[in-house]
């Protein structure tokens, strides 16, 4: 089985098959995801996928993170928080991403990560995503009210839209 075909295995094993959104993202990002393997399988991914970031005017580069997961025979190892550790920072840019549940909040935090407000109202940092992105996010339920977003990197943002979220 070719590293695609693991990642997508390991993506549906973890957030089940929505066909036509797993399919689109996989042909549209694939080459943003960043993976842990061990002996070979892929034990551990992340989409990275490249943003900007609009703080009043000024754009940044931005990622992204979604769909954190470890195979399940692998989990409570370490593994993700060594993928995060691996994943090289780079200066001047933004990685945040939209937690599945307030139970992993406390993980980003040990990853680095802190939480902030996102919302899809206009405020002074917005998040703004190519076409293929907003095609992929037409597909998805859009968040309503405020909701948590963890950052890293450019961490002096209180409130961040995003208007095009992954659900």
Do not use: W
């Not at 990275?48 to 970031?53: F, L």
């Not at 979604?66 to 928080?81: C, E, F, I, N, P």
């Not at 996102?118 to 992105?133: K, L």
């Amino acid at each position: 089985m070719n590293k695609r075909q693991q990642c997508e295995n390991l993506y549906k094993n973890a957030f089940g098959d929505s066909g036509e959104f797993d399919t689109m993202l996989f042909d549209l990002f694939f080459d943003n995801v960043e993976t842990l393997e061990k002996d070979g399988v892929v034990t551990a991914m992340y989409f990275k996928i490249p943003c900007t970031v609009n703080l009043k005017g000024v754009k940044k580069t931005a990622y992204y993170i979604y769909a954190v997961t470890t195979h399940k025979d692998y989990r409570h190892q370490g593994l993700m928080s060594k993928l995060f550790a691996n994943t090289t920072l780079e200066n001047n840019t933004l990685y945040f991403l939209k937690p599945s549940s307030e139970g992993v909040i406390a993980f980003y935090n040990q990853a680095g990560f802190k939480q902030i407000i996102g919302t899809r109202d206009i405020c002074d940092a917005v998040i703004e995503v190519n076409d293929s992105f907003k095609k992929l996010s037409s597909l998805c339920d859009k968040p309503h009210g405020t909701y948590p977003i963890m950052i890293k990197g450019i961490t002096d943002i209180k409130k961040l839209t995003f208007e095009y979220t992954l659900e």
